[in-house]
């Protein structure tokens, strides 16, 4: 599909929704006595989480401020965090920032060290350390890949 022009990727896209559509073969993800057990305020709570992470993460976030949206102490918050993501809230922060460092390093338009900063990053130590451990490759690396793999318009296997 990504060799495929812009016209004939979205048609070879649609034949693969309809040849699923329409398949016999599937596996249910949840049993059928499956209840969901988070009510509506429980959702809003986390989805409001979410949005003030998702609109401050380049900048410093504390989890005073982030527990204190959901009236919750740190020590309940991480609790209650890490049992509606199965993450901390560092590790869901710093996927969200080098979730973001990916986007702008597939351009060279910044440098390796404004795209730390701009990702909310204090030390550029820290940055290669997480972007390494998340991709298993260094921020360079990844955007030589990227550069590279758009050079020759195939996609890169990340």
């Known amino acids: 599909m990504s060799k495929e022009n812009d ?21 249910y993800l949840a049993s059928v006595s499956y209840k969901n057990l988070y ?3 429980d959702t809003n ?5 979410y949005q003030y992470m998702m609109q401050n993460f380049q ?24 049992s509606r993501t199965q993450k901390s809230v560092i590790e869901f922060l ?29 030390s550029i130590a820290n940055f290669n350390k997480f972007f390494k451990a998340i991709h298993k490759i260094t921020p360079s690396e990844y955007r030589k890949k990227v ?4 050079n020759t318009e195939m ?3 990340f």
């Not at 699923?20 to 596996?27: D, G, M, Q, R």
């Not at 969200?96 to 990702?119: F, T």
């Open 7 to 27: 016209l004939k990727k979205i048609i070879t896209f649609l034949e693969l929704v309809h040849l699923l559509s329409n398949s016999k073969e599937y596996t």
């Open 39 to 41: 009510d509506e305020k």
């Open 45 to 49: 709570r986390i989805n409001k989480v």
């Open 59 to 82: 900048r410093e976030i504390s989890l005073h401020d982030v527990a204190s949206l959901c009236n919750m102490t740190s020590n309940a918050f991480c609790r209650y965090f890490k």
């Open 94 to 122: 710093n996927e969200l920032r080098i979730g973001h460092a990916s986007k702008l390093l597939q351009s060279d338009i910044y440098s390796i060290s404004d795209v730390c900063y701009e990702c909310g990053y204090n």
């Open 147 to 150: 550069l590279a793999a758009k």
């Open 155 to 157: 996609v890169p296997d």
